[in-house]
């Protein structure tokens, strides 16, 4: 069967009234796309402007961002380029020389490092719940976070761990994880504080969120199954669509972290094998209870979402996919659409791609980035397809891509991106 035409898939993806686009991204749920938050309000009440870079993926910057959802803090976004990704944009080094994110301006006052600003912001607007960023029930909570961060960082980026080292550092992190599960256990709600998040609960999200993937991939090791209030507390977040619209999955951490981090080293073990190659190429969810979240989305809505942000940016993605393999661009066009038919239009992967491309398809299925690019659900099914569609490659179902490297990733230049988001 040939792939259908753009035009047919397009139909798929109803277009939106003149100016709705803006609107849901100003007005509707937290999204990674929006450069404009007003919940409702004018542009005149916008006091704040939020400096946070491009990928999404910066876990200080996503501590602010989630802050200024919840409070419902009228905000401007200016995206700027991690290192890790691209060169940093001139005009962000003039104003902060150091290149730091997240950077803050409130009522014209600049401000960098996501304490500080967590604080001007408690101090302008208002703390999120019944107590203050300085409190000193929160202070305790923010150093068993930093204790829990470092006893990661030992655990996941020390090489060469014999099974005793390894051991050593997997119960000094779950005691510590353990200590997470008693502070929240002390609460009558899902929350640190009770029934609803308050800025300690957004000090614990960015890193979790990482140590939960990351320890999976590189690890095998479960954090919400080995740990119950832990895992209340993800189940929690994932109901709100101020945490939906930041949160980032599984494969994105896993690939993101190792040259932010200076490296992630694997143990080998047989259960993280089996997960970080269930990670990498599904089938997902990774695994049935799922442990990267507990949300649901239908898969229509997932899969019209997964389409629409293919749509947007089409001719970016074949060119790069195109460019990494070294396949001609109509081939590539072709594989694209078969994989798009299988998302929405038939049973996934019911299109034959184009000999010999099933390399672009998983290239581009390893480069999908949530939240930047779709929710945690869209990438999903979106990479389900690809990679099914790979496997029907009539010449090489086995194909790959370019490998993920370790040291950057510069394959993820928002370049070329920008300004069609």
Same mark, same amino acid.
């Given at each position: ?264 080293? *694997?143990? #080998?073990?047989?259960?993280? @094998?089996?997960? %970080? =190659?269930?990670?990498? &190429?599904?089938?997902?969810? $990774?695994? /049935? !209870? ?33 460019? *990494?393999? #070294?396949?001609?661009?109509? @081939?590539?066009? %072709? =594989?694209?659409?078969? &994989?798009?038919?299988?998302? $929405?239009? /038939? !049973? ?74």
């Amino acid at each position: 069967m040939q792939p259908p035409s753009w035009d047919s898939l397009r139909q798929w993806d109803p277009p939106l009234e003149p100016g709705a686009l803006a609107r849901q991204r100003c007005h509707g749920p937290t999204n990674a796309q929006a450069t404009l938050r007003l919940f409702g309000q004018s542009e005149a009440a916008v006091r704040v402007t939020l400096y946070r870079d491009h990928h999404a993926w910066c876990p200080y910057c996503q501590k602010i961002w989630l802050w200024l959802e919840e409070r419902r803090i009228p905000y401007r976004i200016r995206k700027v380029t991690m290192f890790c990704y691209g060169q940093k944009e001139a005009w962000f080094t003039r104003l902060v020389p150091s290149g730091m994110l997240p950077a803050l301006e409130l009522d014209g006052r600049l401000l960098t490092e996501s304490d500080r600003i967590l604080a001007a912001l408690e101090q302008t607007f208002g703390p999120l719940g019944p107590l203050g960023f300085e409190d000193p029930t929160v202070l305790q909570l923010r150093q068993l976070e930093r204790l829990l961060f470092r006893a990661w960082c030992q655990w996941l980026c020390t090489p060469g761990l014999s099974a005793a080292e390894e051991q050593r550092c997997r119960q000094q992190f779950q005691r510590l994880a353990a200590a997470m599960d008693d502070a929240l256990a002390s609460t009558p709600g899902p929350f640190l504080l009770g029934e609803a998040p308050v800025t300690a609960d957004l000090v614990f999200v960015p890193y979790l969120e990482r140590m939960s993937a990351s320890l999976a991939y590189y690890k095998g090791f479960v954090l919400r199954r080995e740990h119950p209030g832990i895992h209340a507390w993800f189940a929690a977040l994932e109901q709100r669509p101020t945490y939906r619209g930041t949160q980032s999955d599984f494969h994105t951490h896993a690939h993101d972290l190792p040259p932010q981090m200076g490296g992630c080293h *694997a143990n #080998g073990m047989p259960q993280q @094998r089996q997960l %970080a =190659a269930a990670i990498d &190429a599904g089938p997902w969810p $990774v695994q /049935e !209870p799922d442990p990267e979240t507990t949300w649901r989305c239908t898969g229509s809505a997932a899969a019209q979402e997964a389409l629409g942000r293919v749509l947007r940016h089409a001719p970016t993605l074949i060119s790069r996919m195109a460019a *990494a393999t #070294g396949l001609e661009i109509p @081939r590539v066009d %072709a =594989a694209l659409r078969a &994989a798009l038919a299988g998302l $929405v239009m /038939e !049973p996934a992967g019911s299109s034959e791609p184009p000999a010999g491309t099933a390399a672009a398809l998983r290239y581009l299925r390893d480069r999908i980035s949530v939240p930047r690019d779709m929710g945690l659900h869209a990438a999903r099914v979106l990479r389900q397809a690809l990679e099914a569609t790979a496997r029907l490659d009539p010449s090489d179902p086995g194909g790959q891509g370019p490998a993920l490297t370790l040291q950057h990733r510069r394959d993820q230049d928002p370049i070329g991106f920008v300004g069609s988001v």
